[in-house]
C-alpha cells in the first residue's frame, strides 16, 4: 500500500525560502507515476500547484508560484522536494503532496481532488 508522507513546513518571513520532502514508500517510483504538490489557504479550496511525471519529463507550474517554486527528485529515497523561493505572506497554506500510480498529464493531475495524499504540512509566512 503507498504512503505518503511530507515534511517541513515552518514559519518564515515574507522574501524567504523552505524546502518540503514527500517520502513515498510502498512502491517503487517511475514514470508510471505522478507526484504533486497542493496547498490550501484559510477560506479557498485546494489547488495543485506543482504537479510532475515522476520521471520529470512532463512538469506544470502554477502561474501563482511560477519563477519562485521548483521541484527537486531524490529517486534512492523515493522523496520529492519542493524548494520554495521569494516567499509571500498569500503562499501560507497547509502544503499537501500526493502521489498515484496513472497516466494523466501533470497538469490534469493537480486539477484532480483524488489522490492519494500526506497528512499536509503548514507553512506560514509573515510580513
Known amino acids: 500500500q503507498v504512503q505518503v508522507v511530507d515534511s517541513g513546513g515552518g514559519s518564515v518571513q515574507a522574501g524567504g525560502s523552505l524546502r518540503l520532502s514527500c517520502t513515498v514508500s510502498?512502491?517503487?517510483?517511475?514514470?508510471?507515476?505522478?507526484m504533486g504538490w497542493f496547498r490550501q489557504a484559510p477560506g479557498k479550496e485546494r489547488e495543485g500547484i506543482l504537479c510532475i511525471r515522476w520521471s520529470g519529463s512532463m512538469t506544470y507550474v502554477a502561474d501563482s508560484v511560477k519563477g519562485r517554486f521548483t521541484f527537486a527528485r531524490d529517486n534512492a529515497k523515493n522523496t520529492l522536494y519542493l524548494e520554495m523561493n521569494s516567499l509571500k505572506p498569500e503562499d501560507t497554506a497547509i502544503y499537501y503532496c500526493a502521489a498515484d500510480e496513472t497516466g494523466v498529464t501533470p497538469y490534469d493531475y493537480c486539477s484532480e481532488s483524488s489522490h492519494q495524499w500526506g497528512q499536509g504540512t503548514l507553512v506560514i509566512v509573515s510580513s
Open positions: 510502498g512502491a517503487t517510483l517511475d514514470d508510471d507515476y505522478a
